[in-house]
C-alpha cells in the first residue's frame, strides 16, 4: 500500500530498461526496436522534465554463448563477447540511442548482484537441491513440461517444445531449483490487483491464465553442473554449480540502479517532486528509481519478465518494479527474419544509407504493440521522401524569398492575443478560420496526446497524429496562397506555418533528434529555446531573422532508390 502512493508520488522519476542482448551474432532490426522504444520513453520523459534513467546491455553468460564462441573458435568465451558487445554499442552509436548504462553481465558489480540475489533467495529458504529430469531445450536455454512437448513433424526421431518450437531432449542432472510454485498465487493476486504491471491487457490476461493452470508452475531449475556449463557465475558456496543464464540475466535491472544490497537496504525518497533533473542514479536511493521502473521486452521473453522474475523478487523479499511492456516481432517482406532465409535485416545497413532518423520514425510509425510489424524496404525510402516532402518543403517554403518571418514572428508575438489577433485578419473567409481553428486546437492537445500515447507506447497512432497536423498546415499554405495576400495576412499564414514546424520540432526531438534540429536550425530558432517551455503557439517571440535569404539550402535532403 505504502509503495503504492510512493508510486504515484514519483511520477517525476523514471527508469526504463530494454532486454540485455545475446552477444552471440550482429544485432539485429528487432533488437534496434526494443532500444528505440526505450530511447524515445527516455528522452521523452527528459524533454519533460522527468529524471529518468535508461540501461541496455549484453547478456553475455550460458550455453548459447559457450556453444557460439567455441564454434568461432575461441577458447575463452570472454574474449568471443569483447568482440561482439561492440556491435551492439556500434548499432546504439549508429541508431542514436542515448542510454545511461550499457551494463554486461561480466561486470564485476552485476556477478556481485547475482550472487547477493541468489543468496536471499537461498536463506530465505526459496532454493534447494535436487534432481533434475525433463525436457531441456538448448537454444532456449530452458526445461519444458510434457504437456508442451511434442514429436517434430518434421524428424520424427526429434521432440521440440510448443512454445518456442525448437528442439528438446530428455536430461537428469542435480541441479538447485526454485520454488516457483509457492509464488503462482501470490502472483495471481498481485498482478489482479495491479493491472498495468503487464501491458498490453491481452498479454496481462495470457500470463494470468498461465498461472491459472497449476501444471503450468513447477519448480524451476536454477543452476546447471560446471561441467556441462562453465560459462557462467558460480554458484555461492558450491563450485560445481553454475547458476542459470536467466537468474543471472533479469538481476541485470537492479545491478544497473546500484545493485541488490542498495536496493535491499535504501530507504524510499520521498522528496522526489523537489529535485532537479540528475542522470546520475546516485542522486536517488535505488529502490526510488526501482518502483519506477519499466522493463520493455519482445513477446518471446515474457514468461520469463512476468513470471519468473517477480516470483525472484518476492522471495529475495524486494520489491517488484512498475511495469513491464510487451512488444511484437519485426518480420520481413512478411516473414519472419532467420538466417537460414537470408532475410535478416541489418539495421546498420539501413541506417547508413537512409539515417538514423528516417530508420527510428518508420519503425515507430509501422509497429504496434500487439501485431508484427512488416519491414519493407519500400516503405524506409517512402518515410524519407515525407520527411522532404511535407515537413522539409513546408519550412522552404516559409523560407522563401517574397515572405518574412523574422516580420512576422516580432509583430504578431507582441499582440496580446495572437490566436485572436491572426483569426482577426480574415473575417471574410471562414474557411481560412475554420482551418486555422483546427490548427491551434491540434497543437494545444498534442502534448498531452504524445504523453497518453507515449506512455502506452502507441507509436503508430501519435505519429499518425502527427503527419495530421502537418498535412493540415500544408493545406493552408496551398489553398490560402498567401503570396497573393497583403503582407499582415501573410506573416499570419507564414507565422501559423512555422509555429507550426517549430512546436513539432520541439516535440518529436525525442524520437528523430537530427531531422528536428535541422528543422529548428533553418527557422533560425536559438538553442536555449528547443525546451519543453517553448511548445505553446507565440512563445518564442524572435526566430528566423536570416531564414529568408536565398542562399540557405534545404534542411533534409532527398535519398534516392536503392538498387537492390
Ligand atoms: N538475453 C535474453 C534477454 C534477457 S533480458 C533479462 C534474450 N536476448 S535476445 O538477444 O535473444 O533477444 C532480445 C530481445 O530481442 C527480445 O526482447 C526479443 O523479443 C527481441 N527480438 C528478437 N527478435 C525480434 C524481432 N524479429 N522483432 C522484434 N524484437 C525481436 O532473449
Known amino acids: 500500500m505504502r509503495l503504492n502512493r510512493l508510486r504515484r508520488l514519483s511520477t517525476r522519476v523514471a527508469h526504463v530498461t530494454s532486454p540485455i542482448y545475446y552477444p552471440n551474432a550482429k544485432p539485429h532490426l528487432g533488437h534496434l526496436y526494443s532500444n528505440l522504444l526505450c530511447d524515445v520513453t527516455h528522452k521523452w520523459k527528459t524533454l519533460n522534465k522527468t529524471q529518468s534513467l535508461f540501461t541496455t546491455g549484453t547478456d553475455e553468460h550460458g550455453f548459447k554463448i559457450q556453444n557460439a564462441s567455441e564454434k568461432n573458435g575461441y577458447k575463452d568465451p570472454k574474449l568471443f563477447v569483447n568482440t561482439l558487445y561492440k556491435e551492439f554499442v556500434l548499432l546504439n552509436e549508429k541508431g542514436k540511442i542515448n542510454y545511461t548504462r550499457f551494463i554486461r553481465t561480466t561486470d564485476e558489480d552485476h556477478i556481485e548482484s547475482v550472487k547477493k540475489l541468489w543468496e536471499l533467495c537461498w536463506n530465505n529458504g526459496f532454493i534447494y537441491k535436487g534432481e533434475h529430469v525433463g525436457w531441456y531445450s538448448i537454444s532456449d536455454e530452458t526445461f519444458y513440461p510434457e504437456s508442451k512437448v511434442i514429436k517434430d513433424p518434421k524428424s520424427p526421431d526429434k521432440y521440440i517444445n510448443t512454445e518456442s518450437y525448437n528442439e528438446v531432449s530428455y536430461h537428469s542432472e542435480i541441479n538447485y531449483f526454485f520454488k516457483l510454485t509457492a509464488f503462482r498465487e501470490r502472483l495471481i493476486e498481485y498482478i489482479n490487483n495491479n493491472p498495468a504491471f503487464i501491458y498490453p491487457e491481452s498479454k496481462k490476461d495470457q500470463i494470468l491464465n498461465e498461472l491459472k493452470n497449476s501444471n503450468n508452475i513447477q519448480d524451476l531449475s536454477v543452476s546447471r553442473p560446471a561441467t556441462r556449463l562453465h560459462w557462467g557465475i558460480t554458484v555461492p558456496n558450491d563450485p560445481d554449480q553454475k547458476i542459470y543464464v536467466w537468474f543471472d540475466a533479469l538481476c541485470n535491472y537492479i545491478t544497473s540502479i546500484g545493485g541488490i544490497d542498495k536496493l535491499k537496504n535504501d530507504e524510499l525518497a520521498t522528496d522526489l517532486l523537489h529535485q532537479p533533473a540528475n542522470k546520475d542514479c546516485t542522486v536517488h536511493p535505488s529502490k526510488t528509481w526501482w518502483i519506477n521502473t519499466t522493463h520493455v521486452i519482445g513477446k518471446d521473453i515474457m514468461k520469463f519478465h512476468a513470471i519468473y522474475w517477480p516470483s525472484f523478487l518476492m522471495a529475495a523479499g524486494l520489491p517488484l518494479n512498475k511495469q513491464i511492456i510487451i512488444h ?210 507565440a512563445s518564442d517571440k524572435s526566430y528566423g531573422l536570416n531564414s529568408n535569404l536565398s542562399q540557405k539550402g534545404v534542411p533534409i535532403e532527398r535519398v534516392p532508390k536503392r538498387q537492390l
Not at 471 to 488: E, G, I, R, Y
Not at 502 to 517: A, G, T, V
Request: glycine share 4%.
Open 328 to 537: 511484437s516481432h519485426w518480420l520481413c517482406n512478411g516473414v519472419k527474419m532467420s538466417k537460414s532465409l537470408g532475410n535478416v535485416v541489418d539495421p546498420i545497413e539501413m541506417i547508413d544509407y537512409y539515417g538514423a532518423d528516417t530508420l527510428r520514425w518508420f519503425l515507430l510509425e509501422n509497429s504496434q504493440l500487439e501485431e508484427d510489424g512488416n519491414f519493407q524496404e519500400e516503405k524506409l525510402y517512402e518515410a524519407r521522401e515525407m520527411f522532404v516532402s511535407k515537413w522539409g518543403n513546408l519550412i522552404n517554403r516559409c523560407c522563401g524569398k517574397k515572405f518574412n518571418i523574422s516580420r512576422a514572428v516580432s509583430d504578431i508575438t507582441s499582440k496580446q492575443n495572437p490566436e485572436k489577433y491572426i483569426k482577426g485578419q480574415f473575417l471574410n473567409d471562414v474557411d481560412i478560420v475554420r482551418q486555422i481553428d483546427s490548427i491551434f486546437e491540434k497543437l494545444n492537445k498534442l502534448p498531452q496526446i504524445m504523453d497518453d500515447k507515449l506512455q502506452k507506447y502507441d507509436t503508430s497512432s501519435l505519429l499518425r497524429e502527427i503527419w495530421g497536423i502537418l498535412f493540415d498546415a500544408n493545406t493552408l499554405m496551398q489553398h490560402s496562397a498567401p503570396w497573393k495576400m497583403t503582407p499582415t495576412q501573410q506573416d499570419c499564414i507564414i507565422f501559423i506555418c512555422t509555429e507550426t514546424t517549430r512546436i513539432l520540432s520541439i516535440l518529436c526531438q525525442p524520437i528523430i533528434h537530427s531531422f528536428c534540429n535541422k528543422f529548428l536550425d533553418k527557422l533560425e530558432i536559438s538553442k536555449d529555446r528547443r525546451s519543453i517551455d517553448y511548445i505553446k503557439f
